[in-house]
């Protein structure tokens, strides 16, 4: 089946540390990758994508890149600020039929202290 | 930009009450999805539909319908609101793209069954 595995949180830094969430899939075919975030109050916003192995998506000075071998989608960030502070989702679309229809990990929190 | 416009921000309703959450998209998008979070769990698809009056389960429809009778807005129901259907609901939209598909999401409805 299709699923997504990411670490569990909540994940606490300080302002200016590096950041790593972990993201692994599950998946047939040929799935394109996804990190939403969600800040407090508010919906999933489109954070990076990868649409094929060894893409890098970025955004922000978030980057994660696409790894088939180890199916993998790891978000990372060299330094985060307060305004970081949100819970952020991995996600993939398996293509084909079901095109635009995500499966989500279960969200991580990150709270930046200033 | 594409708006995805949920009706409601917050919902207090009893049990047993039937109870309609509204999703419009501007962007004559064909896809749609209604999508359930829960802390711990992350989120998970109830319903999707490709098209008008075309519907599909998702992974949790039980207690659920929806209804498209126009392009633009995409109705979750619920037949009988119970507790434990407590949730926050994020509708969204997407176009197809191929691998360039993207979803967009509403700020969602947060609702409470009492």
């Known amino acids: 089946g299709n699923s997504v595995t990411q670490m569990e949180g909540p994940v606490t830094l300080s302002e200016e540390a590096f950041l790593t969430i972990n993201c692994t899939y599950t998946?047939?075919?040929?799935?394109?990758l996804f990190w939403y975030v969600q800040y407090p109050g508010e919906g999933l916003q489109l954070l990076l994508k990868?649409?094929?192995?060894?893409d890098k998506g970025s955004n922000k000075g978030f980057e994660a890149t696409y790894r088939k071998e180890t199916t993998s989608f790891h978000l990372e960030k060299g330094s985060v600020q307060v305004s970081d502070s949100a819970v952020y989702f991995c996600?993939?679309?398996?293509?084909?039929?079901?095109?635009?229809?995500?499966?989500f990990g279960r969200g991580t929190q990150l709270t930046v202290w200033p | 930009d594409v708006k995805v416009t949920q009706s409601s921000r917050y919902l207090v309703k009893r049990t047993g009450e039937k109870v309609f959450l509204e999703c419009v998209q501007d962007?004559?998008?064909?896809?749609m999805f209604w999508y359930r979070q829960d802390p711990g769990l992350g989120l998970r698809l109830i319903y999707f539909?490709?098209?008008?009056?075309?519907?599909e389960k998702g992974d949790i429809p039980e207690g659920y319908s929806v209804s498209r009778e126009k392009k633009e807005r995409f109705s979750l129901i619920l037949e009988s609101a119970s507790t434990n259907q407590t949730s926050m609901y994020l509708c969204?939209?997407?176009?197809?793209?191929?691998?360039?598909?993207?979803?967009?999401f509403g700020q969602g409805t947060r609702l409470t069954v009492v």
């Open positions: 969204a939209s997407s176009l197809w793209q191929g691998a360039n598909t993207e979803a967009f």
């Open positions: 998946a047939t075919g040929y799935p394109s």
């Open positions: 990868a649409t094929k192995a060894d």
């Open positions: 996600a993939l679309d398996r293509g084909g039929s079901t095109l635009g229809r995500l499966y």
């Open positions: 962007m004559d998008h064909e896809n």
């Open positions: 539909s490709y098209d008008v009056k075309m519907k």
